[in-house]
């Protein structure tokens, strides 16, 4: 749960150095993690995969850049926006698996196709079966793929974003929250980030740009 990014490959495995093969990601010209940013708030990607085209950020961008622009308040605009989804993830192949008595069953079945004694008697399995409500460490009938999935993953994920602006100032705040459970039991995922966008004009000759991101 919360790996499933995946990796991108902008220019193949060669790399300078050997160094990882991963493409540099720039968000609003920050380096970052793209696995990290709320989807909402994604407003334009641009891929360098040229070496003029990326010669500028160094021998970092060997594997090329990904360029992430965030969304922004517009001038003399306020709004408030909500995006949420919901969703299940299941196990698309479950070995199937056999109790340990069914499994001395099959193994006394196969000794006797090769003209062997087996050790698993009805007596002997009989035998296993009362130790078992005894000692069922030392005898086990456990059901281990019950045990350890959970079924299905429930997922969520939600977004909610305000901007306002004015002829000077201009301001884009989000909040988002992703949940994520896995299939198998006592993992899971959970990521709350928060970012503010702010841009100030002073004049027509002097503007800034501020922004703030955090993500747990």
Avoid: C
């Avoid at 990607?45 to 010669?55: G, H, M, R």
């Avoid at 021998?59 to 909500?82: C, F, M, W």
């Amino acid at each position: 749960p919360g790996s499933d990014g995946g990796t991108i490959r902008v220019r193949g495995l060669g790399t300078f150095g050997g160094s990882s093969a991963e493409p540099l990601v720039l968000i609003d010209g920050v380096e970052g993690n793209m696995n990290a940013l709320d989807v909402s708030l994604i407003d334009k990607i641009t891929v360098l995969k040229d070496a003029a085209s990326s010669a500028i950020y160094g021998n970092r961008a060997a594997n090329g850049v990904i360029l992430i622009t965030t969304k922004r308040a517009s001038k003399d605009h306020s709004s408030v926006n909500y995006r949420g989804y919901v969703g299940w993830q299941e196990p698309t192949n479950v070995t199937q698996t056999v109790t340990p008595e069914e499994f001395m069953l099959l193994r006394r079945e196969a000794d006797m196709n090769d003209g062997k004694d087996s050790i698993y008697s009805d007596q002997y399995i009989a035998s296993y079966r009362e130790n078992n409500a005894i000692d069922p460490d030392g005898y086990p009938i456990t059901d281990w793929k019950g045990r350890i999935l959970n079924g299905s993953g429930f997922t969520h994920g939600h977004s909610l974003s305000m901007s306002a602006g004015t002829e000077k100032i201009r301001v884009m705040t989000s909040l988002g929250y992703m949940s994520q459970d896995g299939i198998v039991k006592y993992t899971g995922y959970q990521r709350y980030s928060v970012r503010n966008n702010m841009d100030v004009e002073f004049n027509k000759r002097l503007h800034m740009k501020f922004d703030l991101s955090l993500t747990y």
